[in-house]
């Protein structure tokens, strides 16, 4: 493909282009920032499309791509981190629920909701409660990763109703 059919295919996508800038960026100045990026980034890298490849597609991913980078970038800038705090010693309210009878009533009750469990759904819940990721779980109980998933699922699910109760009270 030469450069002018090149440059007329990227002008009939216009529409297209911008529309899926307003689905990645639900705002019109900014899916027009993005439309723009892309089309320069589109005429920039134009060698680097290969004849044979759907020209949508690969422009309409140089977009998505575009504005991936540009959200980490943004989320890298706006990352603010004190200097004048003591990140060893935070100092952190302790409100774990114990200091009160009703405190460690609750978290008793708790503890005995869990306990009544299945134990497909009460190991991979303590072990998620513990602090295994899901991959992590799957991997120790020999178990599918959607399979871990729905089980801690259905466990939070359980214990919702189970202690539904125990909150109107």
């Keep these: 493909m030469n450069g002018l059919q090149f440059q007329k295919k990227l002008l009939s996508l216009q529409e297209n282009m911008m529309n899926f800038a307003l689905i990645l960026t639900a705002n019109k100045d ?27 597609g690969w422009v309409l991913t140089v977009m998505r791509n575009i504005f991936i980078n540009n959200y980490h970038k943004l989320a890298r800038t706006q990352t603010v981190v004190d200097s004048e ?23 008793q009750e708790i503890s005995n909701a869990i306990v009544k469990l299945n134990n497909d759904l009460k190991i991979p819940f303590s072990m998620f409660l513990s602090g295994y990721k899901y991959n992590e779980i799957a991997e120790k109980l020999n178990l599918p990763l959607g ?8 466990a939070r699910q359980e214990l919702q109703h189970e202690l539904r109760d125990f909150k109107n009270r």
């Design 85 to 107: 705090i003591d990140l060893y010693n935070l100092n952190i309210t302790q409100n774990s629920g114990f200091d009160s009878p009703e405190g460690s009533y609750q978290i």
């Design 147 to 154: 399979t871990v998933k729905s089980r801690i699922f259905f």
């Design 30 to 56: 900014d899916a027009q920032d993005l439309l723009q990026d892309t089309t320069l980034k589109a005429l920039n890298n134009q060698d680097k499309f290969v004849d044979n490849v759907n020209f949508k």
